[in-house]
């Protein structure tokens, strides 16, 4: 029984930081790339970020290079997003996907958790 679970969302003002994390569980965690997936209200999924299944390759869009930072610990089967410098377009429910493949590039995921929502606002 494959299971993602995140969390870490939360209210937070402009310019701010959070740390966003997702258990898994039911899968060889080590042997898959991982990714983040948000969709902001009335909007979309839009592709956040992506790491390798080692954690040595990770993957940005430009809106968020520098100020996003993935990162994973295999041994705790856990995948981690940390965010700073928050705007209000980062609002949005951001669920956590596994990955089909190993590398992170695919974009094909097959498990998602439930999501955690992230509100920035003054």
């Known amino acids: 029984e494959v299971q993602l679970m995140e969390s870490g969302g939360g209210l937070v003002q402009p310019g701010g930081s959070l740390r966003l994390s997702c258990t898994a569980s039911?899968?060889?965690?080590?042997?898959?790339?991982m990714a983040w997936v948000r969709q902001a209200p009335g909007k979309g999924l839009e592709w956040v970020s992506a790491?390798?299944?080692?954690?040595?390759?990770?993957f940005y869009t430009e809106s968020m290079k520098g100020r996003f930072t993935i990162s994973r610990d295999n041994a705790k089967n856990t995948l981690y997003l940390e965010m700073n410098s928050l705007k209000s377009e980062d609002t949005a429910l951001y669920y956590c996907?596994?990955?089909?493949?190993?590398?992170?590039?695919?974009?094909?995921?097959?498990?998602w958790g439930q999501g955690t929502q992230v509100t920035v606002s003054s």
């Open positions: 996907a596994k990955d089909i493949n190993r590398v992170g590039s695919s974009w094909y995921y097959d498990y």
């Open positions: 790491i390798a299944w080692n954690g040595l390759s990770t």
């Open positions: 039911g899968f060889t965690f080590e042997d898959y790339a």
